[in-house]
């Protein structure tokens, strides 16, 4: 199995990259199954963010309005003990940003939002969600891995591992429209490495009296 890592393919099996936010309304784009907007964190935020100690990581696991997630991401920090600064509210504003967006792509009047600090291998099953479409964004540690099962049933032979910072949207089993096209996705298996990562997950939500919480990470 080759492992490639921090791939940024032009189009890859129904996997598509961005430079811009835009960019990811091509979600709705018959043929692909996954929309990667490929860009660069900042120097300053990477080193600020991997020097946390785990326990300073925000954490939230809420369903809400998307207007009302910089608040629940604020309140996250401030129940971590996240130190202020402007690392912490460029945290907040880009995962506000990022609910404002992916909320608009989605025409979604309800979001779950996910904030999750893994340290260990969440799920490392390659996996279709049961969800319309999803957003998942690694703030630290080591992005979404995702594939091509050639089947269906194992795993891909070729690995791609999403950047750091590059928000990933994908395709779920629920999507109206979408034929299985093989893509598969799964957390990096980091048990053992002493590896934290702090993962973004953001699900568009119809009714949230009929949604029930995943607690699968990626």
């Known amino acids: 199995m080759t492992v490639q890592r921090f791939i940024r393919p032009a189009s890859t099996h129904g996997v598509v990259s961005t430079p811009s936010p835009h960019g990811m309304r091509d979600i709705r784009t018959s043929e692909v199954g996954g929309v990667i907007w490929d860009r660069e964190p900042l120097?300053?935020?990477?080193?600020?963010?991997?020097?946390?100690?785990?326990?300073?990581l925000p954490k939230a696991r809420v369903i809400l309005r998307?207007?009302?997630?910089?608040?629940?991401?604020?309140a996250a920090?401030?129940?971590?003990?996240?130190?202020?600064?402007?690392?912490?509210?460029?945290?907040?504003?880009?995962?506000?940003?990022?609910?404002?967006?992916?909320?608009?792509?989605?025409?979604?009047?309800?979001?779950r939002l996910r904030v999750d600090v893994v340290t260990g291998n969440a799920c490392r099953r390659f996996h279709v969600d049961r969800i319309t479409a999803r957003l998942v964004c690694t703030y630290r540690g080591t992005g979404t891995q995702y594939?091509?099962?050639?089947?269906?049933?194992e795993d891909p032979q070729t690995i791609h591992t999403v950047a750091t910072?590059?928000?990933?949207?994908?395709?779920?089993?629920?999507?109206?429209?979408?034929?299985?096209q093989g893509l598969r996705?799964?957390?990096?298996?980091?048990?053992?490495?002493?590896?934290?990562?702090?993962?973004?997950?953001?699900?568009?939500?119809?009714?949230?009296?009929?949604?029930?919480?995943?607690?699968?990470?990626?």
């Open 77 to 111: 920090c401030d129940n971590a003990g996240t130190p202020d600064g402007p690392e912490r509210r460029r945290l907040i504003d880009d995962v506000a940003a990022l609910a404002h967006i992916f909320s608009d792509v989605m025409d979604a009047r309800w979001m």
């Open 43 to 56: 120097a300053s935020f990477q080193t600020w963010i991997g020097g946390l100690r785990p326990s300073r």
């Open 165 to 180: 910072g590059s928000p990933l949207v994908m395709r779920g089993t629920l999507w109206p429209t979408r034929p299985d």
């Open 147 to 153: 594939g091509v099962s050639e089947t269906g049933d």
């Open 66 to 74: 998307p207007a009302a997630i910089r608040d629940a991401v604020t």
């Open 185 to 218: 996705h799964r957390s990096p298996p980091i048990e053992g490495t002493g590896e934290t990562r702090l993962v973004l997950v953001l699900d568009p939500v119809a009714d949230p009296a009929d949604e029930a919480e995943s607690d699968i990470v990626h």
